[in-house]
């Protein structure tokens, strides 16, 4: 097992890379010695790096260095399989060090970031190792472009360790004129954008067979995304926004806008604005190899709707798949996405992606004015424009039309013999039972990694974020047969009310229920007590693994750095609450329990990042719950079910809780994170 990351943590400059003389790009060679020195002379370590015979890079050298990098592009996300099938080829760890060194100066630096990222996931070797925090490494996709000068200015000027946060401001990419810059908060999230990100670095859509062909990867495509909708409509409604309205009629104006105000500085350039009432257009991009039109689209979209009606798709070898109660979904996720796994690209096209690249493109789709691709079209980003939640609702709407189909769930199916919930309540230390508390915190993020300043060290960036005060579950479980039985405790939480105030019916409100939990449980005879904290969600990751510590200002290094990043993905737990309102949001809590003889998967105990196994999955293993994603809510109900109460059967519960916000930044505790130390203490 190797001993170092791969890149130098910039923070502490210790380590660096004892690279071989020819190894240097071109420009470097005749000063290679003042290079060299620059970068090594306050180390007290040295990696050395292993001349070896290198393998052929013509392909990924093809995009230029300065070039944007989209994964959505196909000629872009091409190049990136090659060069993850690269990564991924070299034999020793040794060899893919030594290769990842020389392309780190050559190659693209979006898609080598994006590349090594996938291979430090996926090799063997390297599983223990952290992938490079993608704030740090591009914070200028995360930051207003107006902080770099001042954070330049501040490294130049203040020694390290006397450096100030430089504050980032809360509304800066719009104002109240536009109403749905009330939500920009939650799409602007560090967090949530990083967690988008790592998703899809954990399920590439293009690379080897052996990296894509995951357990339930497309159904996985299909529920964290819509999820991700069920989690933004909920933000809307307690900003008094309506839920979000799909992009289904893609020849009329948009009239959401976006400006995002950042600067690309890899690429030196400025990420493209879209003013309120643009248009797609039919994509015609040489530059890009990029030729489709809007009819393209529609006529993957009106197949794929084919298929759902008449239950089967079609095969490149002309065979019919049946798109079954248990796998349609997954065939469908691969099919929209695109996957390679998709059974036709031919007849499905490339659905999804080159939506995201469509309205990427809606400012420049004939490359007159040498213009790339905005937002939209980097993973990285797309989460901060509202159109990603409109195109991502009209992908969801089309799972949907799918999950219709399918036969409702029985009493039998759902009910759990001799096991009933007897109580369940929501609790925050200080407040009033079932209340969820929200707030206003402020965390750093360290610039200097993706800013090569002269004087180094950290120079953080200060944001401010969502958070909640840490809670748990008290569920009393009664279980009247005989013997101790296993269960798992599936918890989501959803509005109560519309847009107009009146209550919702099962049909509309199971498509807002939230995910918060989901853990097995042993159930003794008689009455049981589970207690479940916040932290612990089978959604979320740490807090730590989003921001660094704000009272810790020990630069990120080594362990600390391992622990920040080694499993991203996942949502981030600051986020695990919507925002609510300052009367109090109503919500329904459920909970359900089900017979783990019907949920269990067989295998092996996973090893590592396991945190959110709800929206990640589990590395090298089975989805760890055999039920269909978003069990029991993910079909519509048998026949008289109106209503959430008439849904439920005895291993089912409901109380109503209230999401209260408070409109002012709250000071961290020492212990970082969240003021876990109160909870059950
Ligand atoms: Cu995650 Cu559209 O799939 O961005």
Redesign the pocket.
């Known amino acids: 097992r190797p001993a170092e990351p791969v890149y130098v943590p910039k923070g502490d400059n210790k380590v660096a890379f004892d690279i071989p003389a020819n190894y240097l790009p071109d420009r470097y060679r005749s000063v290679a010695t003042e290079v060299l020195n620059r970068f090594g002379e306050d180390t007290q370590s040295k990696i050395p790096v292993k001349e070896i015979s290198l393998p052929d890079l013509s392909i990924p050298l093809q995009l230029g260095r300065r070039d944007p990098f989209s994964l959505?592009i196909p000629a872009h996300r091409k190049v990136a399989a090659r060069l993850i099938d690269i990564f991924m080829g070299m034999r020793t760890y040794e060899d893919f060090l030594s290769v990842a060194v020389y392309c780190r100066d050559r190659l693209n630096p979006n898609m080598f970031i994006y590349a090594l990222s996938v291979a430090i996931l996926h090799r063997p070797d390297t599983k223990n190792l952290p992938v490079p925090p993608l704030s740090e490494v591009f914070p200028d996709k995360y930051v207003d472009s107006g902080i770099f000068a001042r954070a330049k200015e501040e490294a130049n000027v203040v020694p390290e360790g006397a450096r100030q946060p430089i504050e980032i401001p809360r509304d800066y990419t719009a104002s109240d004129l536009d109403e749905e810059h009330r939500v920009a908060y939650w799409r602007e999230d560090i967090g949530i954008n990083l967690h988008?990100w790592h998703?899809?670095l954990v399920y590439p859509f293009e690379a080897d067979v052996s990296i894509v062909n995951k357990d339930r990867r497309g159904e996985l495509?299909y529920y964290?995304?819509q999820q991700?909708i069920a989690r933004y409509n909920c933000e809307r409604l307690a900003n008094h926004l309506s839920r979000v309205k799909r992009f289904i009629n893609w020849r009329e104006s948009i009239p959401e806008g976006y400006f995002p105000k950042l600067d690309s500085l890899v690429a030196s350039r400025t990420w493209p604005a879209r003013p309120s009432g643009s248009y797609l257009h039919d994509i015609n991009r040489p530059v890009d190899t990029l030729r489709f039109d809007i009819q393209d689209l529609e006529r993957w979209r009106d197949r794929i709707y084919e298929a759902i009606h008449t239950g089967y798709v079609m095969n490149n070898r002309g065979e019919r798949v049946q798109l079954t109660e248990k796998d349609g979904i997954d065939i469908l996720g691969n099919i929209m996405?695109a996957s390679i796994l998709t059974p036709s690209s031919n007849l499905y096209g490339d659905l999804?992606?080159l939506?995201?690249v469509a309205i990427s493109y809606c400012h420049d789709p004939d490359h007159r004015y040498l213009e790339s691709f905005s937002i939209m079209g980097d993973?990285a980003t797309?989460?901060r424009d509202p159109i990603?939640y409109r195109?991502?609702a009209f992908?969801d709407d089309v799972f949907q039309e799918h999950k219709n189909t399918l036969p409702a769930y029985t009493v039998e199916q759902l009910n759990f013999p001799g096991v009933a919930i007897t109580g369940v309540q929501l609790v925050t230390p200080n407040q009033p039972a079932n209340t969820l508390n929200t707030y206003w915190s402020q965390s750093d993020v360290d610039l200097s990694r993706g800013l090569d300043f002269t004087p180094r060290g950290a120079v953080l960036a200060r944001f401010t974020h969502l958070n909640h005060s840490g809670f748990s579950y008290r569920i009393s479980v009664n279980n009247s047969n005989s013997s101790a039985l296993m269960g798992t405790m599936r918890i989501f939480i959803a509005p109560k009310q519309d847009e107009r105030g009146l209550p919702f019916t099962f049909r509309d409100q199971r498509l807002l229920m939230i995910e918060m939990d989901k853990f097995t449980v042993t159930l003794n005879p008689g009455s049981n007590n589970v207690d479940r904290k916040s932290t612990d969600s089978s959604v979320t990751i740490p807090f730590e693994r989003t921001f660094r510590n704000l009272e810790d200002s020990r630069p990120v290094g080594g362990d600390a750095l391992e622990q920040f990043n080694l499993c991203g993905c996942g949502w981030p737990q600051h986020m695990l609450a919507p925002k609510g309102s300052k009367e109090g949001f109503p919500m329904d809590l459920f909970v359900m329990i089900s017979d783990y003889r019907g949920d269990v998967v067989q295998q092996n105990e996973p090893v590592g990042c396991t945190d959110a196994a709800s929206f990640c999955g589990l590395r090298d293993r089975k989805y760890p719950d055999i039920r269909s994603m978003g069990f029991p809510f993910d079909r519509r109900p048998r026949g008289n079910v109106d209503t959430l109460a008439q849904f439920l059967t005895g291993n089912m519960a409901v109380t109503d809780i209230s999401v209260r916000f408070t409109d002012s930044i709250v000071p961290k505790s020492r212990s970082g994170g969240f003021s876990n130390s109160l909870i059950l203490s």
Do not use: L, P
């Open positions: 959505f988008h998703w899809h495509f964290m995304h991700i996405e999804h992606n939506g995201h993973s797309a989460m990603f195109w991502h992908v």
